[in-house]
């Protein structure tokens, strides 16, 4: 079945530093990919997401790119704050019969940023 | 800001009580959707309905129902609450399929402790 695979946490940076979080996913359709953002007692908000293959997605300087050919969309900051410290999740929903298109969530990456 | 709230925010309730979680929405969404959100932060969908009258479990069973008599509301109710009951429970809408070009929006979610 489908599936979505994130890289461990907690992920902890000094502020400014550059954030990577992988994400790779398994699909049997053609799946729009997804990152939400869960802030300290919250519920979960849309960060980004990518539709197609090649596309890329951004918002509030985070940005991943669509990478078919490695079934990957790694989330990228070029200089993190304290407050981006929030649980990230990866997601797919994949539209191959599109019937339910439910999402599919990875298991959310913890990023703490130091001052 | 997304107009979809849940109560209460916060709920500690003894072993066997019958308990009933509210989510509404004020967008006129069609699509609602339950998800569990164990300790280790990873969500499980649990519930789902494409409009009134309809609901279907979602991919972890759970021993809690839904209902959908109204657009904009869909509770959730456990019959017997239970210690193993004890998580974080969000709700979600959306206009349309996750995977198009809809949003879907999260509430606050509601921390339930079964003592």
């Known amino acids: 079945g489908d599936s979505v695979t994130q890289m461990e946490g907690p992920v902890t940076l000094s502020e400014e530093a550059f954030l990577t979080i992988n994400c790779t996913y398994t699909a049997t359709g053609y799946p729009s990919l997804f990152w939400y953002v869960q802030y300290p007692g919250e519920g979960l908000q849309l960060l980004l997401k990518?539709?197609?293959?090649?596309d890329k997605g951004s918002n509030k300087g985070f940005e991943a790119t669509y990478r078919k050919e490695t079934t990957s969309f790694h989330l990228e900051k070029g200089s993190v704050q304290v407050s981006d410290s929030a649980v990230y999740f990866c997601?797919?929903?994949?539209?191959?019969?599109?019937?339910?298109?439910?999402?599919?969530f990875g298991t959310g990456t913890l990023l703490a940023v130091q001052p | 800001e997304a107009d979809i709230y849940q109560t209460p925010r916060y709920l500690v309730i003894g072993t066997g009580k019958k308990i009933t979680l509210e989510c509404s929405q004020t967008?006129?969404?069609?699509?609602m959707y339950w998800y569990q959100q164990d300790p280790g932060m990873e969500l499980h969908l649990i519930h789902y309905s494409y409009g009134v009258n309809s609901t279907e479990k979602g991919d972890l069973s759970s021993e809690s129902t839904v209902s959908r008599i109204r657009t904009e509301h869909f509770p959730l109710t456990l019959e017997s609450a239970r210690p193993s009951h004890t998580s974080q429970y969000l709700c979600?809408?959306?206009?349309?399929?996750?995977?198009?070009?809809?949003?879907?929006?999260f509430g606050q979610g509601t921390r339930l402790t079964v003592v």
């Open positions: 990518a539709t197609k293959a090649d």
């Open positions: 979600a809408s959306s206009e349309g399929d996750w995977g198009g070009n809809t949003e879907a929006f």
């Open positions: 967008m006129g969404h069609d699509k």
């Open positions: 997601a797919l929903s994949d539209r191959a019969g599109g019937a339910t298109n439910k999402l599919i």
